[in-house]
């Protein structure tokens, strides 16, 4: 094992590519910045919500787009409709994704509710079927910042998790659904995981090498999955506050104490990796600019903890402050690109095992010139 693992470095500096791997302690690769990579591969490019960059967030077309520009994963946010289908939206709330506003035949059906914690107002993908989801069309979430995205108002449907696995499966990558509030979905009798499980299993996808990652920001129900599948689970690590299980259970750990080393030793028990927010890697100021890396990809990769940050954005207002471009005077300066690939580059020299990016084809783009080109 030893000995191909030395012909497998020696032939990536004999082919005289980009990632020069040399051989470190243990089971990681120092790539071509010296950074310690858990495992061999290539950072992996996750097409957060399809490619919302270019169309409307978790509809098939943003998920054919970021599978047509390299992501190797397409992520679906996932939550239960009424007759208990997974779906996919980044909240069980809608009216701030598709047009179900201008429909009077549903105008009773906008409540107030609190959801993990939250009083929110809206329609909720729990009080539709499935078949009167479909009646509902996708729209932009965020008109202001990506204009262009509202050409394709009114294209789309909200996909079926099992229609994301078969456009996955048609191109030829992964994918990396997400449980959304998955304590409120079981309070409400539609747990998430069961459904989960069982339309990654009609796929055949079912083992630790299926190409699939399993998130979640709670952690309880990462723990059941362990105990009910081999496939990859990655736990969510926001930039503050706590876990929603761990609050609705009187537990007082937050996500500061779940990345201490010991946090991190517990989730290494369940989990394959672990998705921070950027901000736990590098901080920002008040400013916005960014300050000294933590060591915390180093932490979890010395506990066999892959890291795949959240997220990467291609606009000034979503960079940090360092890789921001252009006039800042401009009225278009906020939603500009900036230099994004130089932000997947800083967090590439840091060692991370993977990006989401809401722009995958700048991610690969990157990818492809730091670790392909010789
Ligand atoms: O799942 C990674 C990232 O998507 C988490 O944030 O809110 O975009 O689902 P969110
Ligand atoms: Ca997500």
């Known amino acids: ?67 047509k520009m390299g992501a190797d994963y397409i992520e679906p946010d996932l939550v239960s409709t009424k007759d208990h289908i997974l779906v996919a939206r980044h909240e069980n709330e809608i009216s ?14 906008r409540v107030t509710k609190t959801i993990d914690g939250l009083q929110i107002t809206g329609w909720f993908t729990e009080d539709f079927t499935l078949a009167e989801l479909r009646t509902l069309r996708a729209e932009e979430r965020i008109p202001d910042l990506r204009p262009d995205n509202t050409a394709y108002n009114g294209l789309a449907q909200i996909p079926t998790f099992d229609e994301v696995i078969q456009l ?18 079981d309070s409400i009798g539609l747990s998430l995981e069961e459904p989960l499980l069982e339309v990654l299993n009609q796929h055949g996808w079912r083992d630790k090498r ?51 080393p010991d946090g991190l030793r517990d989730i290494a028990k369940y ?26 990809v180093r932490d979890a990769h010395r506990k066999g903890l ?32 900036g230099d994004v690939m130089g932000w997947v580059e800083r967090l590439f020299e840091l060692g991370v095992d993977g990006v989401f990016a809401d722009d995958p084809g700048l991610a690969r783009a990157t990818r492809d010139r730091l670790f392909d080109r010789s």
């Open 96 to 109: 701030g994704t598709t047009d179900v506003e201008n429909h009077p035949e549903f105008a009773a059906r």
């Open 271 to 296: 989990a394959d990796g672990i998705g921070p927010a950027t901000t736990r890697i590098i901080p920002v100021d008040a400013t916005g600019k960014l300050g000294q890396p933590t060591s915390l």
């Open 306 to 337: 892959k890291v795949h940050p959240f997220t990467i954005r291609d606009e000034n207002s979503q960079l940090p402050l360092d890789y921001r471009l252009g006039n800042p005077a401009s009225p278009a300066f906020p939603r500009a690109t």
């Open 168 to 185: 996955a499966k048609r191109y030829g990558v992964g994918v990396y659904p997400e449980t959304k509030h998955p304590t409120y979905f």
């Open 1 to 67: 094992m030893v000995k191909s693992r030395l012909l497998a470095g020696a032939l990536a500096v004999l082919a005289g590519g980009a990632l020069v791997s040399v051989l470190v302690p243990g089971n990681a690769t120092a790539d071509r910045f010296g950074a310690e990579r858990h495992g061999d591969d290539k950072p992996l490019i996750i097409g957060h919500r399809g490619a919302p960059a270019f169309r409307p967030e978790h509809t098939l077309l943003s998920y054919e787009a970021a599978a």
């Open 210 to 260: 299926s190409p699939v990652f399993i998130q979640s920001f709670e952690t309880t129900n990462l723990k059941e999955l362990r105990a009910k599948t081999r496939l990859p689970i990655v736990q969510l690590i926001n930039g503050s506050g706590a876990p929603y299980d761990l609050v609705a259970a009187g537990d007082p750990r937050t996500y500061d104490n779940l990345i201490t």
